[in-house]
Nanobody
Framework: QVQIVESGGGLVQPGGSLRLSCAAS????????MGWYRQAPGKQRELVAT???????NYADSVKGRFTISRDNAKNTVYLQMNSLKPEGTAVYYC??????????WGQGTQVTVSS
């Protein structure tokens, strides 16, 4: 059974940094378009960042210049480096692995809380 597991969330002060990790079992993440999404309380899930098979990246306007998505194919892991975090970044962050219309996998999410 495919498993997507996020880690690295936690409590951080405004202006601080966190690095989220997304690891997988039974699939090779380098073959998938990977994305990070987040869902704040009372809001819809929104796209944060994506990375394609050729490592082209895309970011939500709200995180451009502060967040970086990357892959480590040797570790079968995708990362989201989050800098200059703001309170509005408080949310559950989810990792997504997508292969065209063939497969679409989600993790259980990791909580990020930005508060002083």
């Amino acid at each position: 059974q495919v498993q997507i597991v996020e880690s690295g969330g936690g409590l951080v002060q405004p202006g601080g940094s966190l690095r989220l990790s997304c690891a997988a079992s039974r699939i090779t993440l380098s073959s998938y378009v990977m994305g990070w999404y987040r869902q704040a309380p009372g809001k819809q899930r929104e796209l944060v960042a994506t990375i394609t098979l050729t490592d082209s990246t895309n970011y939500a306007d709200s995180v451009k210049g502060r967040f970086t998505i990357s892959r480590d194919n040797a570790k079968n892991t995708v990362y989201l480096q989050m800098n200059s975090l703001k309170p509005e970044g408080t949310a559950v962050y989810y990792c997504n692995a997508r292969l065209d219309d063939i497969a679409d996998y989600w993790g259980q999410g990791t909580q990020v809380t930005v508060s002083s």
